[in-house]
């Protein structure tokens, strides 16, 4: 597995001397805000392990997945890249995906999240 840092914001064109060590030398990347797969799986495992009812289980799964949307993006984080099991396509969609938040918190939208961006598509289908 190899790893990328990525910085989720939009810069102006207007400070040409603006280079990669002025943005990633300065900043403390994170991992990814959102939670590996597998840690994810994990946390609504234990959130649901004492209910019984199954739509219960549900809504409680969809509760945790829905907080963790609507978190905010670091500023500079850490994405795993598994193009040697998966190919280049999901870090490429998750390239896209926080391009699209950066662009809209660039417009002013600073309170727009991945959930914003996932029920944008939702709308859409």
């Not at 001397?17 to 946390?43: G, I, N, Y």
């Amino acid at each position: 597995m190899s790893e990328a840092e990525v910085v989720n914001k939009v810069f102006s064109t207007e400070n040409p001397k603006l280079t990669p060590d002025m943005v990633f030398d300065r900043q403390q990347s994170q991992e990814s805000a959102a939670p590996a797969p597998e840690a994810a799986a994990q946390r609504v495992i234990e959130l649901t392990a004492h209910v019984q009812d199954p739509q219960e289980k549900l809504r409680i799964a969809a509760e945790y997945m829905e907080s963790q949307a609507k978190r905010p993006l670091p500023e500079v984080e850490r994405l795993p890249v598994h193009y040697d099991e998966d190919g280049i396509q999901g870090f490429a969609t998750a390239l896209k995906l926080r391009q699209i938040i950066a662009w809209q918190h660039w417009l002013g939208n600073t309170g727009y999240t991945m959930f914003d961006v996932i029920r944008g598509m939702q709308e859409r289908m």
